[in-house]
Nanobody
Framework: QVQLVESGGGLVQPGGSLRLSCAAS????????MRWDRQAPGKERELVAD????????HYADSAKGRFTISRDNAKNTVYLQMNSLKPEDTAVYYC???????????WGQGTQVTVSS
């Protein structure tokens, strides 16, 4: 069964850091682009970052550039999102998902809550 399980979210003060993890199973992880999206209450889900199958190419939303780093370990079937210098506007549920060559999502995680607040 295809599964993505996020972890690492929590409550952090502005300026703090969190590292999110997403463990994948049930599909050929190393063949897919992996992506982190986020959704705040009342807002549309938006792209945060993605990383190509081999890990050589990355893309970031403007809001994440310079603060967030996406990485993957294909041997562990895991993708990460290192988040530094967190801001209150980063508060959202963060979702891991896998994308094929047509950018179609083939798997979604359940999400992990990130709350940035004093």
């Amino acid at each position: 069964q295809v599964q993505l399980v996020e972890s690492g979210g929590g409550l952090v003060q502005p300026g703090g850091s969190l590292r999110l993890s997403c463990a994948a199973s049930g599909f050929a992880f190393s063949r897919y682009t992996m992506r982190w999206d986020r959704q705040a209450p009342g807002k549309e889900r938006e792209l945060v970052a993605d990383i190509a199958a081999a890990g050589r190419t990355t893309h970031y939303a403007d809001s994440a550039k310079g603060r967030f780093t996406i990485s993957r370990d294909n041997a562990k079937n895991t993708v990460y999102l290192q988040m530094n210098s967190l801001k209150p506007e980063d508060t959202a549920v963060y979702y891991c998902n896998a994308r094929d060559q047509l950018v179609r999502a083939i798997a979604w995680g359940q999400g992990t809550q990130v709350t940035v607040s004093s």
